[in-house]
């Protein structure tokens, strides 16, 4: 058994996704499809809340079987040609209507019928009941006429009634077209009748414009004619008019020229005796500008002058006192220096305690060198038999200082009391029976006295 749980489990899940696969129903956006189930009705489309995909499950299958509606959810048209028609004298004509409509309620409209072809049917009937009722209630020639306003009456007497099928119009149903029913002449004759009176109005019009034109053009020659001349007249008198005025004109530029000529004499002299009396003021003005400037150049090169042993003078001040200033400071500077110092140190404790340390750490430097130069002069050995080499040179050192005399005196006085350091200290030529003052080595200069 479980050798064949495998394949059997693989087998149901392929076969349940070949079902889904061939079930699944994806709704195109121009459609909205309305399914039934045993609980409720779901409308699947683009702009639906239930999504655009189902399970179609055949209806036969219990509990979960469904049935569906396909409706569109586009513009769609209703077409009603050729429909006979009475108007109100029951005279026959044939329309064509065109509508426009859209489903609003998807869910009410699958209510009301089971396919769309059923709902185009019963639109149909509807869009017909409302042409015929308002077309009979009107005379042929006015519903020629006035074609366009009974789209607007079709539209508002059917609009109420789609509402049932969830259906609303797009635009005003149109009447597309107006015909003779087939064996009858009413509308060609109404055309004919219309034909004619249109001729006899137009021939009317043509004739009437023919009599005012040619009434027009007599018009327009007599008043061509007056104007001529008047054009003449006014020529001539323009002419007289005109020959007065030259000799009139010509007398008076004469006369102009004359006064001109008297004028512009007195002008020319007028202007020479400006241009004299401005020429002397120009020399007066220019001599008495010459004379200022004189006197304010001698003022300036005086104040300039001035000035400037001002400034040589000031400028001397200012190097003394700053020389002196310098001077004074350089002089100040160490002094001050130490001051600065000696404040420092008087009130800063670790300073003077560092301050000590060095001056220790010099001299103690100063001691170790010149100890070390007295021991490389000198011809002594040191033997270091305890302690550590820096302790053996410190003993050492100590030989130089009064410490040390001390110690090599006890040291020979020690010796002296022995045979073996007496004999030692003869054969460096101390007398060890003498007094004590002379038990000391003398010098290579001092003879040495024998007992």
Known sequence: MPFFAGPVVLGIVVLALLIAFLLRRV?????????????????????????????????????????????????????????????????????????????SDSNLAAQRVESFSELQNQLLSIVQGAVRTILASHDIDRIMLERSIYGEQFTQAVQDQLKSWGVVPVKSIELMDIRD??????????????????????????????????????EAQ??????????????????????????????RAAQEIKEQQR???????????????????????????????????????????LEAKKKEAEAIKVEGEARADAERAMQLAPVQAQIELAKEIGENKG????????????????????????????????????????????????????????????MLEGLAQTEQGQAMMERFGVNTTSDKSQKLPKSKDTPTEKP
């Open 351 to 410: 300073y003077q305690s560092y301050l000590v340390n060095i001056e220790a750490i010099n001299a103690t430097k100063q001691v170790g060198l010149e100890q070390a130069g007295a021991l490389k002069v000198s011809d002594i050995k040191i033997i270091v038999n305890s302690g550590n080499p820096v302790e053996g040179i410190n003993n050492v050192m100590d030989m130089f200082s009064a410490k040390g005399g001390t110690n090599l005196a006890a």
């Open 263 to 305: 004028l512009t004499k007195e002008k020319e002299m007028a202007v020479v005796q400006v241009n004299d009396v401005k020429r002397a003021e120009i020399n007066k003005d220019m001599n008495v500008v010459k004379a200022d400037e004189d006197r304010v150049s001698m003022v300036i090169r005086a104040e300039g002058h």
């Open 181 to 218: 029913a087939t064996g009858n002449l009413v509308i060609h004759n109404i055309m004919e009748k219309k034909k004619s009176l249109i001729e006899m109005e137009s021939r009317q019009e043509v004739a009437e414009n023919i009599k005012n034109a040619e009434m027009a053009e007599i």
């Open 27 to 103: 709704v195109p956006t121009n459609e909205v499809h309305i399914v039934q189930s045993r609980q409720d009705t779901k409308s699947y489309g683009k702009d639906t809340k239930n999504g655009n995909t189902y399970y179609e499950w055949p209806s036969w299958v219990p509990v979960i079987g469904v049935s569906k509606i396909v409706l569109p959810v586009s513009v769609f048209d209703l077409n009603l040609v050729g429909y006979e028609a009475y108007d109100v004298g029951r005279v026959p004509f044939v329309v064509d209507i065109v509508a426009f409509f859209r489903i």
């Open 222 to 251: 007599r008043q061509r004619d007056i104007k001529e001349q008047e054009a003449l007249q006014a020529v001539g008198e323009r002419t007289a008019q005109k020959a007065q005025a030259v000799g009139i004109a010509n007398e």
